[in-house]
């Protein structure tokens, strides 16, 4: 893996374009609604080559393993969390074989839907299980970690502690919040990232956030913390949910660039796309240089 300081290096030197959407866009290519990600994937490893080389072609220099909820507390639930590690260095090796010109992120995500509260007493079961999976992901290779849609800092701080009991190097950290940028659990944002900055990470930042005129606002706020590479990751628009009950996201990848070209502007490092986005939206982030 590569360390802080070398991944920091590499921002230096022109990185700057993570890649969008995953989990629709499979959907797009065949992949049942409410099944496990991450199994499905490595029964149908060709539609995942095939969406992320796309993003590789569109400009993404960083290409995130399908790894978001490969945690032995979901694995368990379709019996595979003996698997974990083993799932975990697959799917890294999948995303790896897809470009060599683009760095890998090992996928960590928040664990709020397996545990009912986020106190003390969860610590040592939350760092437990994002130890075994980053064992998995730097088996595989992973260049760096991105744990993302975090809600909580008790789980950033748990993966954190992971991240140095297994010995990880670079590793970036973002959050689902609000626009006026508190998170969902009523506290800012900003104060919590600059002590994950603090404490070692890589890069922060936010996704999963509806892009609009307040985000490049968000961006602003945030940067008054954030003295590093900062992440904005957010996704194409509110969400619509339509007659048929599917959730579509309005914008498109032109009006997604606009909001983008300002967060540039505002102190935004990592640009991509969460939820709704896909390679043409990252192609339009390429040609905002």
């Not at 970690?145 to 809600?151: F, G, Q, R, Y």
């Amino acid at each position: 893996m590569l360390t802080k300081e070398q991944f920091q290096e590499r921002i230096q030197d022109g990185l700057r374009l993570l890649d969008g959407a995953t989990g629709s866009n499979l959907q797009k290519l065949g992949m049942p609604r409410g099944c496990c990600t991450e199994q499905w994937i490595l029964e149908h490893p060709e539609a995942l080559v095939t969406l992320q080389r796309q993003y590789a072609e569109a400009g993404s220099q960083i290409l995130y393993a399908p790894t978001f909820q490969a945690q032995p507390v979901a694995l368990e639930k379709v019996g595979l969390a003996d698997q974990t590690e083993k799932i975990n260095e697959q799917l890294v090796a999948l995303t790896r074989s897809v470009s060599e010109n683009c760095l890998v992120a090992g996928n960590l995500t928040t664990l709020a839907t397996f545990t009912d509260s986020f106190d003390e007493e969860k610590f040592d079961f939350l760092v437990e299980n994002y130890r075994r999976q980053i064992r998995g992901l730097i088996d595989g290779g992973a260049d760096i970690l991105a744990a993302e849609t975090l809600m909580y800092p008790l789980e950033a701080e748990a993966i954190l502690t992971a991240v140095e009991l297994e010995g990880a190097g670079a590793a970036m950290y973002t959050f689902t919040m609000q626009p006026d940028g508190s998170l969902f659990s009523g506290r800012e944002a900003g104060p919590i990232l600059q002590e994950l900055e603090d404490a070692g990470a890589a890069a922060v930042g936010f996704n999963c956030v509806a892009a609009d005129m307040m985000t490049p606002y968000l961006v602003s706020k945030l940067r008054r913390y954030v003295k590093g590479p900062l992440v904005c990751k957010p996704n194409a628009g509110v969400p619509v949910i339509g007659d048929d009950n599917v959730v579509r996201y309005p914008m498109e990848p032109a009006e997604f660039a606009t909001i983008m070209s300002q967060c540039i502007q505002n102190g935004a490092t990592l640009l991509g796309g969460c939820c709704g986005t896909d390679p043409r939206f990252i192609a339009a982030l390429r040609d905002l240089s």
